[in-house]
């Protein structure tokens, strides 16, 4: 099993920046993929950033340019750091991590987002 806990949303005027965090623990043996998905009201949840094991990242097209995804090995942690938003980032942000093997993705709980124009 993996734990993961999301922090650093809030409240943030169009044009500024914020940074989410996520801590993995557990079993973190063999995770091959950590990321931030999102959902906004009354859409989808859908995927913003990854990293691969590798180092390897991809973004969604939508966020390309303003946001970057990271990680810190020492610390079990991954981090979204969100330049220039917009009110459409607005929504509630979650990290996920993929172990090959298991049945689905872990979540964490979600940290909510809002830009405010």
């Known amino acids: 099993q993996v734990q993961l806990v999301e922090s650093g949303g809030g409240l943030v005027q169009a044009g500024g920046s914020l940074r989410l965090s996520c801590t993995a623990s557990?079993?973190?043996?063999?995770?091959?993929?950590m990321g931030w998905y999102r959902q906004a009201p009354g859409k989808q949840r859908e995927l913003a950033a990854a990293?691969?094991?590798?180092?390897?990242?991809s973004y969604a097209d939508s966020v390309k340019g303003r946001f970057t995804i990271s990680r810190d090995n020492a610390k079990n942690t991954v981090y979204l750091q969100m330049n220039s938003l917009k009110s459409e980032d607005t929504a509630v942000y979650y990290c996920?991590?993929?172990?090959?093997?298991?049945?689905?993705?872990?979540w964490g709980q979600g940290t909510q987002v809002t830009v405010s124009s």
């Open positions: 557990g079993s973190l043996f063999n995770i091959a993929v």
């Open positions: 990293i691969r094991s590798g180092g390897s990242t």
């Open positions: 996920t991590a993929r172990r090959p093997g298991d049945p689905g993705n872990y």
